[in-house]
Nanobody, 127 residues
Framework: QVQLVESGGGLVQPGGSLRLSCAAS????????IGWFRQAPGKEREGVSC????????YYADSVKGRFTNSRDSAKNTVYLQMNSLKPEDTAVYYC????????????????????WGQGAQVTVSS
């Protein structure tokens, strides 16, 4: 059974940083596309970043480019989303997701590519 468990959310002041973790069991993340999405109240779930399994390359939404960075620890089967220079508009529930089919390219725009989702982590940016 595949499970994704997120941690690291919280309350931070504007300009601050947080690091989200997404720990997987039942699947080896190195072989699968990984996506980070977020959903603010009353808004659609939107793609934040994704990691391609073929070359490990990361892609970022324009709204977070230069501020958010993906990384992974293969030994821990965990991926991370480092979020710097946080803004109030980054406030949302953040989800990690992965695919059931290995080696499929990741997608920022199509959330239906992903078959497994974490439970979500609340990130609140406020003074």
């Amino acid at each position: 059974q595949v499970q994704l468990v997120e941690s690291g959310g919280g309350l931070v002041q504007p300009g601050g940083s947080l690091r989200l973790s997404c720990a997987a069991s039942g699947i080896t993340l190195d072989y699968f596309a990984i996506g980070w999405f977020r959903q603010a109240p009353g808004k659609e779930r939107e793609g934040v970043s994704c990691i391609s399994p073929s070359d490990g390359r990361s892609y970022y939404a324009d709204s977070v480019k230069g501020r958010f960075t993906n990384s992974r620890d293969s030994a821990k089967n965990t991926v991370y989303l480092q979020m710097n220079s946080l803004k109030p508009e980054d406030t949302a529930v953040y989800y990690c997701a992965t695919d059931a089919t290995p080696w499929i390219e990741c997608s920022l725009k199509n959330k239906y590519v992903y078959d497994y989702w974490g439970q979500g982590a609340q990130v609140t940016v406020s003074s």
